[in-house]
């Protein structure tokens, strides 16, 4: 029973519902071109009564031809309940919000947007309908719509009915956002096949689906189109070649230029052009340049020049460690390519062929010299050689040089040879006592000096020089050692000092001593003869020799002086036959004048040599030499003699037995005084010579 009561209350209220005023058709957005009629529809039910639109808020009335809107009217049955809002013709200002009301029930619609369409204007094209371009410039065609078009619309551009690609799109906005206008851009670069042809530009929107177009005509000018050909086009060196230059323009030629690597040929003129070949043609080709009133064009070409090989660049030198690669490259230029081979300075064998050369863990033995060279050309000319170095860095290798046997406490001197790359950071020299870099440093003193080149045949080295002074026993029993380094190492080697005896020149001294002996008793001889076999008058004359240590130099010219005054003058003789050697080996002489001369001995020895002007020459002073050994002095600037007989010479710095022909011209005074001589003034001008250390020798003149 229960069921069937509720069945009946629901049917009772549904009853109720469907007589309560609604909504069967609300409004909906509507989108209207521009002009056409706009249609809302509006349907109620269970309504009887006012029904009314609203445009943004705004109630239109609620008559159905709703005065004060002419384009505006409500149509439908109104029992029925149809209240349709009409627009006819729809103009911009009738896009808006609209709603339909029951006002007495209280009812509203949703709103309904009206959306107007504005179908675009036709677009124009700048520079239209009949457009100038150039053939190759690159050009923009531009193509603009005006207008209030909605929505905006799209440009697009066709050719043949193809769509172009490459465009820009550009739009300008007003005020409150409504559209000024719209353009599209088109870049492209026209060629000669586009010569009148016709591009189209249409405007196409939702308000016009098949758009507007707007077409134009493309018409072209172009610069010359250049064809240049060489006969022949492969010549050998030194043959004549024909350049012939053809073009097409438009408007028509106006000149032709000629070039040649970019620098014109002067005088050339016309389209054609005769020239000698060489190498050059090959890289710099030849160009020929036409002109109109719109532009240039230029071509060019290269002459198959035939030539021998040409040196382009030279292999570098290059310096690597040990264990390293080296490579070198050379480049050669020849037509057709000159065959390049590698091989070492003085040997036949190639290394490689082409323009490198690579060496792979040199070793030291790798070092030296490395040519390129390029066989001649077809036509048998050209080619050549290149050379380069290859410096093997490498620890120093020190090799020791032939140093002389040396006495003892005597000079010596120790050499050793240095091939080191990179150069050695320090040469340094070792023994038991120390070592020494350079300098001195006592007895020792280190020199060192550049190697000659192409010493050891291994290129610039050092001689690195280690001189003793005074050398001693342990110099001769233990070794010295020449050392050097660098960045990758260490080099020496050993030098033991050579030892020369003394006993071999016991004899040879003996030997000299009993021919200096014997000579001397010949020029004794000789000298007694001349003394005795000379006429002369006897003279008083005293001879006095500076730097005598006894009382024979302080004799004043009161010594007396005997002779003729009618003779010539006086001839000195000389007797050496009382000269005797005394137990020490110097001369003892005897005094023939009994004291009357008073002259200091001469020392007489043999001259080993003779030096010009009369002077003695001896070697310089070896270590066998006696300390003390005086040193000789030519005297023929103070005294204006020459020694007699070129036999006798004069010792340290004592006068040599006199010449005749000094005191020649000597005549008697009859009264001695003092000499005229300024204070201090010795008598002689040879008075500073060293003090003599040998006993006197007596003279009678």
């Known amino acids: 029973m229960l069921v069937p009561a509720l069945l009946v209350l629901l049917f009772c209220f549904r009853g109720r519902a469907d007589r309560s005023p609604h909504f069967l058709q609300q409004p909906e957005d509507l989108v209207v071109l521009l002009g056409e009629e706009a249609r809302l529809p509006c349907v109620l039910g269970a ?20 005065p004060g809107w002419s384009r505006y009217w409500i149509s439908g049955n109104a029992v029925s309940g149809q209240h349709d809002l009409h627009i006819r013709p729809v103009e911009l200002e009738d896009e808006a919000s609209y709603e339909c009301q029951a006002t007495q029930a209280g009812l509203r619609s949703r709103p309904a947007q009206l959306h107007i369409l504005v179908p675009p204007e036709a677009p124009q094209v700048l520079g239209g309908p009949s457009v100038s371009l150039v053939v190759g410039v690159p050009a923009n065609l531009t193509c603009q719509s005006r207008g209030d078009a909605r929505p905006i619309p799209e440009l697009l551009w066709f050719r043949d009915g193809v769509r172009l690609d490459g465009t820009t799109f550009h739009q300008n906005l007003l005020k409150e956002g409504t559209t000024g206008s719209v353009e599209s851009t088109l870049f492209f670069t026209p060629s000669s096949h586009d010569d009148g042809a016709t591009l189209v530009c249409r405007a196409r929107s939702q308000a016009l689906p098949t758009g507007r177009d707007t077409a134009i005509t493309l018409s072209l000018q172009y610069p010359p189109v250049v064809t240049l050909s060489a006969e022949p086009q492969t010549v050998p060196e030194g043959e004549k070649v024909t350049f012939l230059c053809q073009a097409t323009a438009q408007p028509p030629v106006t000149g032709y230029r000629w070039a040649k690597g970019g620098s014109p040929v002067l005088g050339a003129r016309g389209p054609r052009l005769e020239v000698v070949a060489d190498a050059s043609f090959l890289t710099e080709p030849v160009s020929c340049e ?40 050379c480049a050669w230029r020849g037509n057709p390519l000159p065959r390049v081979t590698w091989t070492r300075h003085g040997g036949t064998q190639v290394l490689s062929s082409g323009p490198t050369l690579r060496l792979q863990s040199v070793g030291p033995e790798d070092a030296g010299n490395y040519v390129c060279r390029a066989e001649p050309g077809l036509l048998g000319l050209g080619g050549g050689t290149a050379e380069a170095r290859l410096t093997v860095n490498a620890p120093p290798v020190v090799t020791a040089l032939h140093s002389a046997p040396a006495f003892l406490r005597g ?3 120790l050499q050793c040879l240095v091939f080191s790359s990179p150069a050695p950071e320090a040469v340094v020299w070792s023994w038991d006592e120390g070592f020494l870099e350079a300098g001195s440093r006592g007895r020792f003193l280190v020199e060192t000096f550049p190697a000659p080149e192409g010493q050891g045949g291994k290129g610039p080295g050092l001689i690195s020089v280690l001189h003793i002074s005074g050398t001693q026993e342990s110099d001769f029993s233990s070794g010295f050692n020449c050392s050097a380094r660098n960045r990758l190492g260490e080099g020496g080697t050993q030098i033991h000092l050579g030892r020369r005896d003394l006993l071999p020149t016991v004899p040879m001294v003996a030997g000299v001593a009993a021919a200096a002996t014997t000579i001397l008793m010949a020029i004794t001889v000789v000298a007694l003869c001349c003394w005795r076999h000379t006429s002369f008058s006897k003279q008083k004359n005293l001879v006095r020799i500076p730097g005598s240590s006894d009382g024979s130099s302080s004799r004043g010219p009161e010594e007396e002086e005997t002779g003729s005054g009618e003779e010539r003058g006086p001839i000195v003789h000389t007797d ?3 000269l005797v050697l005394d137990e020490e080996g110097a001369l003892e002489t005897k005094d023939p004048t009994n004291g009357y001369y008073k002259v200091r001995g001469v020392s007489v020895s043999l001259s080993l040599g003779e030096a010009p002007g009369g002077g003695l020459f001896l070697p310089p002073s070896s270590p066998l030499g006696l300390p003390g050994t005086p040193t000789f002095y030519d005297f023929n600037p103070h005294l204006d003699m020459v020694p007699p007989c070129r036999l006798y010479r004069a010792r340290a710095g004592y006068l040599t037995t006199p010449h005749p022909r000094a005191f020649a011209n000597y005549i008697k005074p009859t009264s001695f005084g003092p000499p005229d001589l300024a204070s201090g003034t010795p008598p002689f001008p040879y008075a500073a010579f060293p003090m003599p250390s040998h006993p006197r020798l007596q003279t009678h003149v």
Do not use: C
Not at 51 to 66: F, H, I, P, S, Y
Not at 301 to 318: N, Q, R, S, Y
């Open 47 to 66: 309504y009887r009564g006012l029904v009314q639109w609203t445009k943004d808020g705004l109630a239109l009335g609620g008559e159905r031809d709703l």
């Open 290 to 329: 036409v002109s109109n009133a719109v532009g240039s064009a230029n071509r060019s070409t290269a002459l198959d020049v035939l030539f021998g090989p040409i040196l382009l660049a030279k292999p570098e030198p290059m310096s690597v460690d040990v264990g390293e690669d080296a490579s070198f490259s």
């Open 411 to 413: 000079p010596a001197r």
């Open 576 to 578: 050496h036959s009382d």
